[in-house]
Structure formats: C-alpha cells, structure tokens
C-alpha cells in the first residue's frame, strides 16, 4: 500500500527541484487546454445535427448590379418562371445570406425589456421545401401573410429557448425599432455556416415577390432531380443569360459550398491538432528528462532504500507516485486559473464543450506524466544495493 504521507515528505525535501517540474506541468495544462477545447468544440460541432438537407441543391449566385428594384424584381420574375419550364427542378427558392456562407447580418430584438442579437435570414416561401427545414412550432411563411397586420418572422429553437422557454412562441410579437413583426414558426436548430460552427440564433425574415417593398433575394436556391449532372447545369445557365440582361450570375452546388466551408474550418482543426500533439511530445520529452536527471541524482538514495529493505515493487510506486502527486498539485493550481477563465468567456464557450475539454486535458496530463514516469521508476526498481557502494 503506497504511503502518502511519505511520499509527501520526500516531495517536499526535494521542493526546490519538484517546483520547477510543477510549473512545466502547470504551463502545458493551460495550454494544452486551450488547444483540446477547440478540439472537442468542433467534435461536438460535428456530431450535432446540421437542420438542412444540402443535397441536390444548386446555389444561382446573382448579382443585381445595382438595378432599381423595379426592374430587379421584374428580371427575378423572368428567371423564376424560367426555372418552372424544366422538369429537371423539383423546386426553387428566392432567398439572401444562405447557409455556407461568411455573410451575417446581425439585428437586434426587443422583448419586455430584453434584448436578443440574432443572424437575419431572408427565404420566401419555398425555402423550407427546398432545403428540408423541419418546424417544430407553427408553419413556414405561405401566401396567408400577404395580409398581416405585423410583419410575419420565424425563429430558430436558440431563439425561441432565449426569450420563450417555458412557453410557445406562436403569435409572439417582437419589436425592432418601430417595426412589429409575429411570429409564426419556430424550426429546430439549423447551422447556417456549417457543420463545425455552433448554432446561433436566428431570425427569418419573408421575401414577398409581390410586394415591392420586399427585398430582393441575391440567390435562388434550385431544388434538382437525383442525378442530375453537370450537362444540365450548362444547359441551365445558357437559358438564363438569354433571359437575364442585367444580372450577372453564377451557379455553385451547396455540396461544392459545404465543401469549401469545410475544408476551411477542418484546416484549422488540423492546425490545433498538430500543435496539440507537438506540445504533447515535447511535455512528454521535458517530462522524461527530468524523471532520468532525477533518478540518476537519486542512485545512492534508492540504493540505500533497497539496502534497507524496499522490494523493487515498492521503489516502482514510490516514483509513480510522486510524479502523479506533482501532476496532481499542478492541476489543482491549472484549474483555479481554467475554473476562473470559465465566468469570462462563459458567453463564448458552452458549458457541455468546457467541462469534456478539462476533463480531457487532465487525462492526458496524467498519462503523459505516468507515461514518462514508467521507463525510469523502472530503472530505478531494478538499482542493487550493491550499486550504493560506487557512491560512497
């Protein structure tokens, strides 16, 4: 049975050398804490749900050129019933700041007092269908808005779980300076910038093409048939720069935009990665040098321990020990200092994704420090008290 109370008194007769072993710990636990938490953020990131269907959906890029809403709204109605002449298109949608992209258009909402930031979205009335949006209150925006007495929004489940969580949010009236927009759905979470970002909280504005008024979308997002390929893409875009004569355009497929946004946000994930594990290796090789310096330091001292009478197995336990006890009190200190950082970015960083990201960094402590403590208690295990005698 390992005797803590002594080993307790050999780290502290030692405490001049073990002090700088805790500090080298301590700094590699913060550090390598804030490197595993943006691990974990985009593992969690990942494994949740994305709230849209991206497949076989073409992104038209238009860009208005600075038209007059008049004869924007007039070409856009040209294109669109274009679009309705091919059985290639299931179905389409007129929408602005789609998902995958970098554009966010940040408005505030009052609610009794209180004030929610939100990513404004802009989608007509097919948007749902064409993106596969699931409601899990009330319905999507439909030709009944038309005559509303309040401009008619929907909200994500963020939202919703920010202003109303205990209660619907159907029928709710919200106010952004002197306009009163109701609610009428909530869909469930949706990420509009991919599958490695977080959701946040967003807000649905309508795109009515009979109201002049209403903004004109920037991007018609085309619902196609399985299968359908690049030959029909081409022959699509000559159509359109027939119909179109202001407008410059362009078509992407959101998988060719997922993919991007992806490769983009997997790259710094790599990036975390490969510091992660380039200060894991060089904790791990300070760690081991120290643990060799020390027993080497210490030969005469284990020699006269197993002299005395300490098996092998006891020599092994006392090594492990005290290094798993340094490791231990420079968790402690680590963790007052990650504890605190906790209540400052408390609005940055879940709660769920802070506490698997600590957990995880003081696995990992452990290990390396037990890892590099193994090849050297077990060099010292083996000392013959014999050997005490070359240092007499």
């Excluded at 993106?131 to 319905?139: K, T, W």
């Excluded at 710094?268 to 290796?281: E, K, Q, R, S, T």
């Amino acid at each position: 049975m390992m005797n803590f109370r002594h080993l307790f008194k050999l780290i502290w007769n030692r405490r001049k050398m073990n002090l700088l072993m805790i500090i080298e710990i301590f700094i590699s636990f913060i550090v390598l804490f804030i490197l595993v938490q943006s691990l974990v953020k985009f593992a969690f990131y990942y494994s949740e749900q994305l709230g849209f269907n991206y497949k076989n959906v073409w992104n038209l890029e238009i860009n208005t050129n600075n038209v007059s809403d008049e004869i924007g709204r007039q070409e856009m109605e040209l294109i669109k019933n274009e679009l309705r002449s091919f059985p290639e298109i299931v179905n389409f949608s007129e929408a602005f700041n789609i998902p995958y992209t970098s554009l966010s258009i940040t408005t505030n909402i009052d609610y009794n007092g209180k004030t929610i930031s939100n990513n404004l979205l802009l989608a007509d009335d097919n948007y749902a269908d064409v993106l596969e949006i699931e409601l899990v209150e009330g319905r999507w925006f439909n030709e009944a808005d038309n005559a509303s007495a309040h401009e008619p929004v929907i909200i994500n489940k963020k939202f919703k779980e920010a202003l109303f969580p205990d209660v619907s949010a159907i029928g709710k009236t919200l106010q952004q300076k002197e306009n009163i927009r109701e609610i009428i759905g909530v869909i469930d979470q949706i990420k509009k910038r991919g599958e490695l970002n977080d959701y946040g909280k967003i807000l649905f504005k309508r795109i009515n093409p009979h109201n002049p008024k209403s903004w004109l979308g920037e991007n018609l997002l085309i619902k196609v048939k399985v299968g359908t390929g690049i030959e029909f893409e081409e022959k699509l875009m000559r159509r359109l720069s027939l119909v179109s004569k202001n407008f410059s355009l362009e078509m992407i497929s959101m998988e060719d935009m997922r993919e991007r946004a992806f490769t983009k946000y997997t790259s710094v994930a790599y990036i975390f990665g490969f510091v992660c594990i380039f200060l894991v290796v060089n904790v791990a090789l300070g760690l081991f040098g120290v643990l060799w310096y020390n027993i080497n330091f210490r030969r005469s001292e284990i020699g006269l321990r197993r002299t005395v009478g300490s098996t092998a197995p006891k020599i092994y336990q006392q090594i492990i020990g005290e290094t798993l006890i340094l490791s231990t009190f420079s968790i402690i200190i680590g963790s007052f200092f990650v504890l605190n950082l906790k209540i400052l970015i408390t609005n940055f960083l879940r709660t769920d994704i802070f506490y698997t990201s600590y957990f995880v960094t003081v696995f990992i402590i452990y290990l390396i420090t037990a890892i590099c403590a193994f090849y050297p208690s077990k060099l010292a295990a083996e000392i013959e008290p014999a050997e005490t005698m070359h240092y007499e």
